[in-house]
């Protein structure tokens, strides 16, 4: 079956411009999250979302962050007004259930560029 | 805060050589620990996945033991071949935070040469 998908798979955004990141999860999968990637960050981790509930957005780290999740499936991360720190590889993943038991299923990333 | 560090950072090995990458976290209050491989330029791929009550988890050549009282985890690659270089992650799912994200180690990166 398809797995989880990302587009753009590149976007070269100039300071200050605002972007917007699209995932689209495995189908069915209640669990989403988007993680960021930057050289000497390693992995980290944004936003998850669960369902109906408030997302755990505990991990976003500015207001210019911001995402969504509409009818439960896509999501969509927004970054406003982009810093050059916020160049990086996003990733997303989704889950059938709960974290706590189940593997991330991963997408190919969204790498951001800011000139 | 969870931490998790990975040792080495870099390996290179001949093909046909068994190996050991090793995983450490500073919390031992897990829900599970997950290996993943990451080719360059791509996203994860999961490896195995640990439940906190499993001791390991094994798929074809690769053999993933966890310890968590010590906070430590072990991947092991038999007969390695030029198809297994990349980036290996550990990341575990803890009980701070709620479960809800992954704590990643910064990688190992493997090559397997001919």
Avoid at chain 1, 5 to 32: F, M, W, Y
Avoid at chain 1, 73 to 83: A, D
């Amino acid at each position: 079956g398809a797995g989880v998908s990302q587009s753009p798979s590149n976007k070269v955004t100039e300071k200050g411009k605002d972007v917007e990141l699209r995932c689209d999860p495995i189908s069915g999968h209640t669990a989403l999250y988007w993680y960021r990637q930057s050289l000497g960050q390693g992995l980290e981790f944004l936003i998850y979302f669960q369902g109906n509930s408030a997302p755990d957005k505990s991990g976003l780290p500015s207001d210019r962050f911001s995402a969504e999740r509409t009818g439960g499936s896509v999501s969509t991360l927004t970054i406003q007004r982009t810093q050059q720190e916020d160049s990086a590889v996003y990733l997303c993943a989704s889950t059938p259930g709960t974290p706590r038991t189940d593997t991330q299923y991963f997408g190919p990333g969204t790498r951001l560029t800011v000139l | 805060k969870q931490e998790v560090t990975q040792i080495p950072a870099a390996l290179s090995v001949p093909e046909g050589e068994n190996l050991v990458l090793n995983c450490s976290f500073t919390d031992s209050a897990i829900y599970n620990l997950q290996w993943f491989r990451q080719d360059p330029g791509k996203g994860l791929t999961s490896l195995l996945l640990i439940q906190s009550s499993q001791r390991e988890q094994t798929s074809g050549r690769l053999n993933a033991s966890l310890d968590k009282s010590s906070g430590r985890s072990t991947l092991y690659i038999a007969a390695s071949q030029p198809g297994d270089s990349a980036t290996y992650l550990c990341a575990v799912s803890s009980f701070t935070g709620g479960g809800n994200k992954l704590t990643f180690g910064t990688g190992t990166q493997l090559k397997v040469e001919l």
